[in-house]
């Protein structure tokens, strides 16, 4: 398959490739590098992609309507799978406005650019944040989602029903991917793994909010990339039976609390934590827990990396890559 993956030199992004590549795929990957974090880590991420020679890369901002056309006119593929957003739900406080234009506009561009081209098949990235103040667990893809408690929720659920339109339209085959909470090497610095570890790295205190009454799907970065490779690379069924547009959790399916999250870094680092207390943020949730049924059902997904393991796998990354800097 001749692949177009956006945000590919994102976290999930580059992983995805990764695997698309060694699969045999061709993949064509976009990304704005940005500066909402370090774009060093991003450039780096791709330097992991750049010697297959399967793997072209175009730096391009999705929000760009005239320029992400040019592509699709430029070039044939087969599927698209989406994963460049504005990402974070404490920035949407900050910074509405980059939501608006990558999530929103973006997208849309995303979905006229697949609509024009004729895409077979479209997978995009959706989050758990979508179920919002739900406090029905764990969350079902049937559960409804009209209570969003961040602007970033806002914008992942409005792609969903965009793709539901332009389903409905158009015939596009579409399928919405909500990710929990995503962790392993490579990771994004805005993460709860990430801080934690750069913190007590540095001996300087966490923040844990809540007061560490939190639960949260962590899913170790494998995982969640065989669930979305199977479903890209398996033939949608909306093609036959008519249902073109669906959605899937993708998560662990078995909800983890913060504080033993934290006591594994602690060990694997072989290091205690200083922790500070905080209230609830705003726009966050006190706990997601993916129901994996319809995931399993379909595509027989099951993850299968516990938490002791992810998290020593990343801490290992960690002190390769930040080496000249890591006490």
Known sequence: ?????TGAAGFIGMHSCLRLLGRGHDVYGIDSLNAYYDPALKRARLEQL??????AFEKLDIADAAALAAVFEAQRFDAVLHLAAQAGVRYSLENPQAYVS???AGFLNILEGCRKAKIAHLCYASSSSVYGANTELP??????????????????????????????LYGMLCTGLRFF?????WGRPDMALFLFTRAIL????????NGGDMLRDFTYIDDIVDAVTT??????????AGAKSRLFNIGHGSPVKLMDFLHAIERALGRKAQIELAPMQPGDVRATFASTDRLRAEVGYAPG???DIGVERFITWYRSHYAATVA
Not at 1 to 5: A, E
Request: aromatic share 8%; charged share 25%.
């Open 1 to 5: 398959m001749r692949l177009l993956v």
């Open 50 to 55: 750049r010697p297959s020679p399967k793997f």
């Open 102 to 104: 990558s999530n929103l």
């Open 139 to 168: 969350f079902r893809e049937e559960h409804r989602v009209d209570n969003p408690v961040s602007l970033y929720a806002a914008t992942k659920r409005a792609n969903e029903l965009m793709a539901h339109s332009y389903s409905d």
């Open 181 to 185: 909470t995503v962790y392993g090497p």
């Open 202 to 209: 540095e001996g300087k205190p966490i923040r844990v909010f």
């Open 231 to 240: 479903i890209v690379e398996r033939p949608h069924p909306g093609a036959q």
């Open 305 to 307: 990396t516990p938490i």
